[in-house]
């Protein structure tokens, strides 16, 4: 083609003198004869850092910028700042692939975690929470803030590195725990999150890294502690539903514990936290979401959350050398009426679970996405925990009654706490019968469920 020179294929060095190149291999002759290195025959690409459009016209008010910025260094520092600032149109059109695989990644892993740590609890109540804590890690726009992306980082890595058994990446979790419980502090700190929905979630899934993974085998308690203060300054009714509910039903049986541990009457005992606990079945009915199990399990729960005061009361009452015969009547009186309603509960919870070699009609019981096994199981898991809170009401009874007995006859009580009459005591550590190394990954789920009274051991 005319004006279009010929393709050559002589060596670098002859090319670039522009004499004739014999083409010999792998070094032409002409190079050994002058005495230099063969540079061979393979052509160097040339970069041209230019395109074309934009680019090859010259904005007039650019112009005058960089003119300006010569004349001033500051107006340049200025300038530059702005342009690494400036969002790209790729970030602004397409985000991050990465990073949205990243993010999928993270909240399929946080699935695993919920379904592997409180299988039960999740499924028993999360078709009627709104929204349930998949569902708020997937959509919700609080998910995405910086404190509750560190806890659930927190969990996944200490999950992955449990299920893989490496000691490196359950440290790594330790350390990002750390940076979360940082970022929770400056949440309390503030009068304007202090109580939100983001500080409580995050509190609770932090409280919950804990208990798997505690510092000392107290640690529990003090996050508990702080745990049940933030819920009191929230207050009962806004915990009846929405995800305020969902954040409440996943700690309240370990806040029962607590206080079982501590001996001490927990809040939840008052009539505000046992009517938010009712209000919230009134909810599911309305909205199509209730059935008979879920009344059920509430109605134990709110009986249950008595224990804690109950235990608390006679351990006073029996310790004290003043004779209050009305007091000990009076808290006689009101052991045996919860102890009548958890029989009631009992018998009812039992013919769900077969306990009583039959099984009542489920279908009623279970809404459209319900599984029958799932009903039988929690009923049956409740059961458990109800069966140790009437143990626990039955021998503070026997220990009253004895003690009037003594009273009666002139006898100062000043027997040593639990050595006479087998009464129960608490364990030192959330952990209970799962203290073994090798306790299954849903030992809190089976907490939990019980409402916390796998926190009571029985001596003898």
């Not at 010999?24 to 230019?50: D, M, S, V």
Request: glycine share 6%.
């Amino acid at each position: 083609m005319v004006g279009v020179p010929p393709r050559t294929s002589s060596c670098r060095e002859c090319l670039q003198r522009r004499v004739k190149c014999d083409r010999t291999r792998p070094e032409c002759r002409r190079c050994q004869t002058r005495g230099i290195r063969c540079p061979g025959y393979r052509r160097a690409l040339k970069f041209y850092n230019q395109t074309t459009g934009k680019g090859d016209f010259t904005d007039a008010r650019e112009f005058d910028k960089k003119q300006e910025a010569q004349r001033n260094p500051d107006a340049a520092h200025a300038h530059a700042l702005a342009l690494i600032r400036r969002p790209s149109i790729d970030g602004n059109i397409i985000p991050s692939l990465s990073g949205k695989a990243l993010d999928r990644q993270t909240k399929k892993v946080f699935e695993y975690v919920v379904q592997a740590t409180f299988p039960l609890t999740f499924a028993t109540f999360a078709p009627r929470l709104e929204p349930n804590w998949l569902d708020f890690i997937r959509y919700h726009q609080a998910a995405q803030t910086e404190p509750i992306e560190r806890a659930v980082r927190c969990l996944n890595t200490w999950f992955l590195g449990v299920k893989n058994k490496d000691s490196a990446i359950v440290d790594e979790a330790r350390y990002i725990y750390g940076g979360a419980l940082r970022c929770l502090a400056g949440l309390v700190a503030d009068p304007a999150t202090r109580t939100s929905d983001t500080t409580a979630a995050t509190a609770v899934m932090l409280s919950v890294f804990e208990m798997l993974d505690p510092l000392t085998p107290h640690s529990w308690l003090i996050h508990s502690r702080g745990l049940g203060a933030l819920f009191q300054a929230r207050g009962a009714r806004i915990h009846s539903q929405g995800f305020p509910r969902t954040i409440f039903i996943t700690f309240r049986s370990f806040l029962l514990a607590d206080a079982f541990v501590r001996q001490e009457p927990s809040f939840l005992e008052q009539d505000d936290w046992r009517a938010a606990n009712l209000e919230a079945t009134f909810h599911e009915d309305r909205v199509g979401k209730g059935n008979w199990i879920s009344k059920i399990v509430e109605q134990t729960f709110n009986e249950i959350a008595l224990g804690p005061g109950f235990l608390s009361q006679t351990t006073a009452l029996i310790r004290s050398r003043v004779r209050d015969d009305v007091s000990r009547d009076e808290l006689t009186s009101r052991i045996q009426h919860s102890r009548g309603i958890l029989r009631n509960l009992q018998r009812q919870l039992a013919s769900v679970s077969g306990r009583e070699g039959k099984t009542i009609e489920i279908d009623r019981l279970t809404d459209a996405d319900g599984v029958k096994e799932d009903v039988q199981t929690t009923a049956g898991r409740c059961l458990q925990g109800l069966c140790s809170g009437l143990a626990l009401l039955d021998q503070l009874l026997v220990l009253l009654e004895a003690d009037k007995k003594r009273a009666g006859q002139g006898r100062v009580s000043e027997i040593a706490w639990g050595k006479e009459i087998n009464i129960p005591t608490t364990s030192e550590t959330i952990e209970g019968p799962f203290s073994a190394p090798d306790r299954p990954l849903d030992w809190l789920d089976q907490i939990s469920m019980s409402m916390g009274t796998l926190a009571i051991s029985n001596s003898t």
